[in-house]
């Protein structure tokens, strides 16, 4: 394999290096790749979402309620705490649901102070479909590396992430 051609990093690192030669760049260079790899990669995974109709947060909720199992029903709380959002930001994504019929609310059995929010079978099929093509499109981002980078780059991630999310 050749050297790898110049990047918008790179550019970088070497006006810091011109002006700052005394500082250790390597962890801007990765951090900052990273950062542009989501800014890259976002699109393109948000494409998948909105060729089915759905924004980002409306295909987490659906997410978030299919994995949890049968009865593909959770409550709202829940929901917000997995995807980490507010209840307010959790209450707008749940009435966009709603309107468009691919998911219901309704007063928990056990607690009729409760709410719990459940899939409706459009819902169901909506998520079957849109996850599909979400792993098949992030599968597709990620071809240009080996089976062993992919690996190698999951492991790296997991150790950073670890790491990262303990000193927060």
Same mark, same amino acid.
């Given at each position: 394999m050749g050297e790898a051609r110049k990047d918008p990093v790179d550019v970088i690192a070497e006006q810091w290096r011109r002006e700052r030669p005394d500082l250790d760049l390597e962890a801007m260079a990765i951090l900052g790749r990273l950062g542009r790899l989501m800014t890259v990669a976002m699109p393109q995974i948000e494409a998948v979402f909105t060729a089915h109709g759905?924004?980002?947060?409306?295909f987490d909720v659906l997410a978030a309620l299919r994995?949890?199992?049968?009865?593909? =029903? @959770?409550?709202?709380?829940?929901?917000a705490d997995t995807l980490m959002l507010?209840?307010?930001g959790m209450t707008g994504r749940l009435d966009r649901l709603e309107s468009a019929g691919l998911v219901r609310r309704s007063a928990d059995a056990a607690d009729r102070r409760a709410i719990r929010v459940a899939l409706t079978e459009a819902g169901r099929e909506l998520i079957d479909k849109v996850v599909g093509a979400h792993v098949e499109n992030?599968?597709?981002l990620l071809a240009v590396l080996s089976a062993q980078d992919r690996? =190698? @780059?999951d492991r790296i991630a997991r150790v950073l992430l670890e790491s990262l999310e303990a000193e927060s």
């Open positions: 759905l924004q980002r947060g409306e994995r949890s199992g049968e009865p593909f =029903e @959770l409550n709202p709380s829940v929901i507010s209840r307010a992030e599968t597709r690996g =190698e @780059l």
